[in-house]
């Protein structure tokens, strides 16, 4: 079957560096998306990782290991609106997307 | 980056009624339209794929003749959610995506900001 995992919930401090985790088991693989979503609002594209290694962006950076599906989505100098929801999500054989259930990061002052 | 918008942004009505949500690309061509539904505190999803012209693909558990989509043109995507009760409530959001399966950001989803749906 195809699965994706990702914690429920994180927590860290306005200010500090959070990496959020994402494992995989699909079939086929044509890439992995993080997006962020907001409460009550609709996600966001943050990322795409296609080959393996680190895209930086910014204050955002997204890890890729095809070989472990892994990957994970690292935020630095946490803001207090990055206060949100990621969703790691992969593209299969038949370029559908596949949804983890989402991690819930809660920045604190 | 690419605009998808939805109408309404919000919606309430009475049990038995049926209500039409509207998804647009704005400014490409959406060869593919998404239906997602998000009940609170939960991930998305997926109720339905759509291809210009072609008929949807449900996904498992969602009832075709309940949920009705029609994309008729390569910018417009329409869900009717046919005869709402109160457990139909909640929060649909539409994605479009471009391109073709050849193309790497091809299947990158733009999605819309989503209509919340209230049944009393």
């Known amino acids: 079957g195809q699965n994706i995992d990702q914690p429920t919930e994180m927590t860290a401090t306005e200010g500090a560096i959070v990496q959020i985790n994402c494992t995989y088991q699909?079939?086929?693989?044509?890439?992995l998306f993080w997006y962020q979503q907001h409460a009550g609002e609709a996600p966001t594209f943050l990322s795409y990782n296609v080959l393996d290694g680190l895209e930086e962006k910014g204050r955002f950076s997204s890890f890729l290991s095809r070989s472990k599906g892994y990957s994970y989505l690292l935020l630095k100098e946490l803001q207090m609106k990055d206060s949100a929801s990621y969703l790691c999500a992969v593209g299969d054989s038949n370029y559908q997307l596949i949804w983890g259930a989402g991690t819930k990061l809660i920045i604190k002052p | 980056g690419a605009v998808v918008s939805q109408h309404p942004s919000w919606v309430i009505c009475k049990s038995g009624t049926s209500v039409k949500i509207e998804c647009r690309s704005l400014d490409f061509q959406a060869t593919t339209m998404f239906w997602y539904r998000q009940f609170p505190k939960q991930s998305l999803m997926l109720m339905a794929t759509s291809n210009e012209g072609s008929k949807a693909t449900y996904e498992q558990g969602v009832e075709k003749d309940k949920f009705l989509i029609n994309h008729a043109s390569l910018t417009l995507s329409t869900l009717t959610v046919t005869s709402a009760h109160p457990e139909d409530s909640s929060f649909y959001i539409c994605?479009?995506?471009?391109?073709?399966?050849?193309?790497?950001?091809?299947?990158?989803?733009?999605f819309g900001p989503g209509t919340r749906l209230t049944v009393t």
């Open positions: 699909t079939s086929g693989f044509n890439g």
């Open positions: 994605s479009a995506r471009g391109g073709t399966s050849g193309e790497i950001f091809s299947y990158e989803q733009y």
